[in-house]
């Protein structure tokens, strides 16, 4: 396990916390993380609207997540843990979410998970939903969706996990993610 101390955290300009909106930054590390076959890069939209975003976060495919938050036994996994989520039209999304997803889905996050108990939970958040692609004769994976938020349980402590989540839509900030890496030096 490599553990890293943060120099730096750039929190999106339009990011509210009461709404979600915008929720996203880029964690700048003090010494660089080393890649390895576990510690790898990963390839991100670099602008919104792209072809491979909206093919990839069509309803129904599927984007691996990770994490080690909250497990079905109600503590935090000791373990990396994965699961892979689809992506659920923003329709049936409100349908099933009712009031709380209809007023907190925009153009610049989607829904995603299971109904059944497999789902991201606290501790998760952050965290991204990846989807892999065939590019340039072989298989890159790409980050479309961060971690946002979920529903709370009844007793407001955890998830419910029988609800689905809401994802930050990574190609929505391609350009603020390109403006922040180049002012800071930090794109090669």
């Not at 390895?36 to 991100?44: D, E, K, L």
């Not at 402590?157 to 930090?186: K, N």
């Amino acid at each position: 396990m490599q553990r890293r101390k943060v120099s730096q955290i750039y929190v999106k300009d339009s990011f509210n916390y009461r709404s979600l909106d915008s929720d996203i930054a880029i964690i700048k590390l003090k010494e660089a993380a080393v890649l390895t076959f576990y510690v790898r890069p990963v390839c991100y939209p670099q602008t919104s609207n792209s072809f491979l975003e909206e093919y990839q976060l069509a309803a129904g495919n599927l984007g691996t997540v990770v994490g080690f938050g909250i497990t079905e036994t109600g503590n935090y996994s000791d373990t990396l843990r994965m699961a892979e989520l689809p992506v659920v039209s923003s329709t049936e999304c409100t349908d099933t979410g009712g009031d709380f997803f209809a007023s907190m889905t925009r153009s610049t996050s989607y829904c995603a998970g299971y109904k059944n108990g497999t789902q991201v939970c606290n501790g998760d958040s952050g965290g991204g939903h990846y989807f892999r692609a065939r590019s340039q004769g072989s298989y890159r994976w790409y980050i479309q969706g961060l971690v946002s938020y979920g529903v709370p349980d009844s007793d407001k402590r955890s998830c419910a996990t029988s609800q689905y989540a809401i994802f930050t839509r990574v190609g929505r900030y391609g350009d603020w993610i390109v403006r922040t890496l180049s002012a800071e030096r930090l794109l090669g």
